[in-house]
């Protein structure tokens, strides 16, 4: 009898630590989860261990903030390529209380900025250094956002940066994507690093392969210690500035302990029974946005269809304007006048479109900036919590992996920022986006952005959280999404799926992903159209909530994109 005792106690304790072994959910062995149906509270990032830490947190008592802050801590470690701390971002939320913010931690230009610092002598731009190495960085932003975002936040930095210290330091295994673009990168990363780091290695990455940050670890331990002045002063800057000194960068140490982040309005407005919420200048993302849905609002879009050739087309015209007004007015507005007002007015936006013609395509030598007076990688994280507050975070270090400089002994990649700006008028910039004087260098300036994350009210809650990487593509891919849902109902999955177009006035083409249908781009070609193929554009994260209110969490299937959720 006994004996049948233990084995029943051996028998009972095992099923109930089979039941608790993590394991989709440690560093070692998780899962990827392209959707996930939640109750209370999803989290939908670009790394399953990044929207785990998240989940950790709103199950700690946290709320949506804090699962975004413990969301991008994590991704500045698993995510190398665009989660970040040498970079910067945006955060956008709808608050339970009903409030918006809009926190603004984009990189800034150094003091010793200027105008003309990517031109050679005969004035030609040379955009290698505005892309790659230490002049290619801005003042880094996305510490300082996080604890700017903190007094919304009910949990202690402490407890946020907890998982990403033990992820830095203990290792996580890495995806077969992730193992490709860290090998794609070894030659930049050793021409333009002159000290070791965890990136570099003599022979291949291969998915499974373990990649521990001890530098990062200790960078993120004065952070946990020491608050901000952890990475803005003290030994993290020390180590900032003696890398810019290897790499003749700008970067000094009054610069870092001068950054701040900024809270701003929100940009709100109404499309048809829905108010959106999203980021205002010094990201053009909200602006254009609120032109290219006020545009496109008073047609038929729902009866046209989904990728019909008159939905297409009409949303490529409205693209090719909000795009040319970027190019001329959009800047920082610490800087530059921009006239928001106007650009976004009912007015202006349907005397834009008359010269809309629905049988052959406009051209961008004809349209251009309406008349008013006056390797890629980001990431985007979307969270919503049971009590109604609603998170949506784009975060960059702009290209892939950024300038490719680590910081010597702080185990993180700096920004390549410096290149959204318009370094010399009409000179495209990496994602063939042209600027004005608007966006022109000058010290202590923000590069202009596109980062848009964006959520939806519905009855003045929280309806859909959504944004995504993509450079110049990140507005479009937020119209398409938003459009994809609100007009053509497909459902969250298939809205994030569904293969994406991009016209941005210049170069005057439609770019299509690879599978996208033909039959509509023949179409679109007789009228005139130029079509150009791409690769994939954009990684969505998206949550919205279902006709029962539960809240549905889908990461785009173009990546290792995530969702987690309880
Ligand atoms: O702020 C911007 O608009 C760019 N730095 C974003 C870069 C980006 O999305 C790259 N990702 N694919």
């Not at 022109?440 to 003045?460: E, H, N, Q």
Request: charged content about 20%; glycine content about 10%; overall charge neutral.
């Amino acid at each position: 009898m006994r004996s049948v005792l233990i084995l029943l106690a051996i028998t009972i304790t095992s099923v109930a630590y089979a039941q608790q072994r993590p394991v989709k959910n440690d560093a070692y062995h998780y899962k990827i989860e392209k959707q996930v149906i939640a109750s209370k509270g999803a989290v939908v990032s670009a790394h399953p261990l990044a929207s785990q830490a998240g989940l950790q947190m709103l199950q700690q008592g946290g709320n949506a903030v804090d699962a975004a802050i413990a969301t991008q801590l994590a991704l500045a470690v698993v995510y190398p390529a665009a989660g970040n701390l040498g970079g910067g971002g945006f955060l956008v939320a709808h608050l339970k209380d009903g409030k918006d913010i809009a926190i603004d931690y984009r990189e800034k230009a150094p003091a010793a900025a200027s105008r003309d610092m990517y031109l050679d002598k005969k004035g030609n731009a040379n955009t290698a250094l505005s892309q790659d190495g230490h002049l290619a960085c801005g003042v880094p932003g996305t510490v300082a956002g996080l604890y700017t975002s903190l007094p919304y936040a009910r949990l202690t930095m402490q407890q946020l940066i907890a998982p990403a210290i033990l992820l830095a330091e203990k290792g996580y295994v890495i995806t077969q994507r992730e193992a490709n673009a860290l090998n794609r990168n070894q030659d930049n990363f050793k021409r333009l690093n002159t000290q070791g780091n965890a990136f570099v290695r003599n022979r291949e990455w291969k998915a499974g392969d373990t990649l521990i940050q001890k530098d990062l670890a200790a960078t993120l331990k004065r952070i946990r210690d020491n608050g901000r002045a952890g990475f803005y002063e003290g030994e993290t800057a020390r180590l900032i500035t003696a890398e810019m000194q290897r790499g003749h960068g700008l970067i000094t140490t009054a610069d870092l302990k001068a950054y701040e982040a900024k809270e701003r309005a929100a940009v709100t407005f109404p499309y048809k029974a829905y108010q959106v919420v999203t980021m205002p200048l010094p990201s053009s993302g909200g602006v254009a946005l609120q032109q290219m849905m006020g545009m496109a609002e008073k047609y038929p879009l729902n009866a046209w269809g989904f990728h019909s050739v008159s939905a297409m087309q009409l949303m490529i015209e409205v693209e090719r304007r909000a795009y040319a007004d970027r190019a001329k007015y959009l800047g920082d507005p610490d800087f530059v006048k921009v006239p928001v007002k106007q650009l976004t007015s009912a007015d202006y936006l349907h005397a834009r479109m008359e010269d809309y013609d629905p049988q052959k395509a406009g051209s961008s030598k004809e349209v251009t900036a309406g008349m008013v007076y006056e390797s890629k990688e980001t990431t985007h994280l979307s969270v919503m919590d049971a009590e109604g507050n609603a998170v949506s975070v784009t975060t960059t270090l702009n290209g892939g992996y950024g300038s490719k400089v680590v910081v010597g002994g702080a185990g993180f990649f700096l920004n390549n920022e410096m290149d959204d700006f318009s370094i010399k008028p009409g000179v495209p910039n990496m994602y063939g986006l042209v600027g004005a004087e608007a966006n022109a260098v000058a010290p202590g300036k923000r590069m202009l952005s596109s980062m848009t994350p964006t959520i939806v009210l519905k009855k003045g809650k929280p309806f859909i959280v959504t944004g995504t990487p993509g450079g110049s593509t990140i507005i479009t891919s937020v119209f398409q999404t938003l459009v994809n849902l609100l007009e053509f109902n497909l459902s969250a999955q298939q809205a994030v799926d569904a293969p994406k177009f991009h016209h941005q006035w210049l170069p005057d083409e439609v770019v299509v992903e690879e599978d996208f249908d033909q039959t509509p781009l023949d179409e679109l070609r007789r009228m005139g159209y130029k079509i150009e193929r791409s690769s994939p554009i954009g990684r969505v994260e998206l949550i919205k909530v279902n006709e029962r209110g539960q809240l549905e969490a889908v990461g785009d299937k173009r990546g290792d994109d995530s969702a987690a959720g309880y």
